[in-house]
């Protein structure tokens, strides 16, 4: 526990009102099932693309990329290249005629692009499973900082950081999320480039901080990790950007294709100084604090120790906001996945507006509690939590979407055997420790492709009504 600065505690407060009352603004503006899920697709393209970039930057990126540069030095850096490819496949591949399409969940594309309620419901389920790790990761980070700031247990760290975004996620749902993204991201970008100048002061300067970490460990500047393995990290987090059920949902709430282009292009902005800063900020503390018991507790000993409270605060304030902005959007997408996809079309399909309202919110209070009982295990560090779940993510979706989007003869069969059979390739060879030292992700995105296309071509082609949405030439 440290000494906490009564400017933290106002801060703080005053953050907490700002997200609240967007919360409740939003609530007074949802009217119905369509609000609720997609923002009635209202939301312009800067506020978009802060929502991608700031549902991108979770615990991952404050907590879990900068205590891996702080444990190994720059060459992390390199799997942005990774990251970036990933959007950019979604700005001109998937995102336009994902918006066009106009559905209300991600397994709506699944289910009406291969005409099956057997593919939507098995999207569905991967969504829900993959997500459970995702948050695992977000509680977990922010179980460590408010455990680490106030000296309370772990668990009441955790349940403070749920409890916060349940409340605005439930009451506001997606236009909330939009909309407190924006905040967040301005927040997240802001502060930790601005904080650069003081910690390098504090260290004393950049030639001393990189003199000390060549002296240190070599490899801080140079290469700690090899090809293969910033490959397989750049290759987890560009397949499942491309596809990222959390990122494509926000593809909805837009106004219309030329939208999402540009929200896209935004986002690059608000991604490349949090990458730069964090990886910066992590070689700075490092010189001045070179032994911690945990990297992921980094950003918070920075904060409180280091630099002068009001920007200590904020500092602070942007790690909670990454990891609030990302919650709320996977606690928007899984519950969705399970009360539209599940309950209103499997379960209920007559159910009322009002009631599936009411569904959505119990999904989201439910599913966002799951995840609590994992992060009380701390299964990792946070970034390879997060690494893993993008791992999972690319190789159940990556061909069902990017190549769904664009090979008209991609069928249900291939579809449903491409998810399941790129899940459990990531998953075994996850758990069977990485042979060959690949990232689970590569074989995991190859045998779904190759699944894809091979069962697609011998099964029988979906209808053309279900193509007419997403190709242009089909009559």
Sequence with gaps: MFEVSPVFYIV????????????????????????????????GPLVGGAAFAATQMSAGTFVGTLGVHYLTGGSFL??????????????????????????????????????????RGISALLILVAYTVYLTAQYQAGGNIIQTLFGIPFIWGAIITIGITL????????????????????????????????LFGKAGGTEF???FLSEFSPNMLSWHFGFKELLGFGAAFGFSMAAAPYELARMYTLKDKKTVKLAIGYSFIFQAIVGISVAAAAMAIRTLYPYMPSPDIASTIMAINILPPVVGSLIILAIISAIMSTVSGIMMVSASA?????????IKPNASDKEKMTVNRIAVLVLGIIPLFLALKKLDIVQFIVVLQASLTASFFFATVVLGLNWKRGTAAGAIVSMIGGFFTALFWYIGGNPLGLNE???????SVV?????????????????????????
């Design 12 to 43: 703080l407060v005053l953050y907490f009102i700002v997200i609240l009352g967007i919360g409740l603004w939003s609530g007074k503006k949802n009217d119905g099932t369509e609000d609720f899920l997609v923002a009635g697709r209202s939301i």
């Design 78 to 119: 390199w799997i942005w290249c990774g990251l970036w490819f990933g959007w950019l496949i979604a700005a001109t591949l998937v995102g336009p005629k994902f918006q066009a399409f106009k559905g209300l969940t991600v397994p709506d594309y699944v289910g009406t692009r291969f005409n099956s309620k057997a593919a």
């Design 167 to 198: 409340i605005y996620t439930m009451v506001g749902g997606m236009r909330a999320t939009a909309y407190s993204d924006f905040v967040q991201a301005i927040i997240m970008a802001g502060c930790f480039f601005a904080a650069l100048p003081l």
């Design 209 to 211: 901080v990189g003199a």
């Design 338 to 346: 399970f009360s539209h996809d599940f309950y209103a079309t499997m």
């Design 441 to 447: 992700v590569i074989p995991g995105v190859i045998v």
């Design 451 to 475: 699944l894809f296309i091979v069962v697609s071509l011998m099964t029988k082609r979906v209808p053309n009504e279900s193509l007419k949405p997403f190709f242009k030439d089909v009559t």
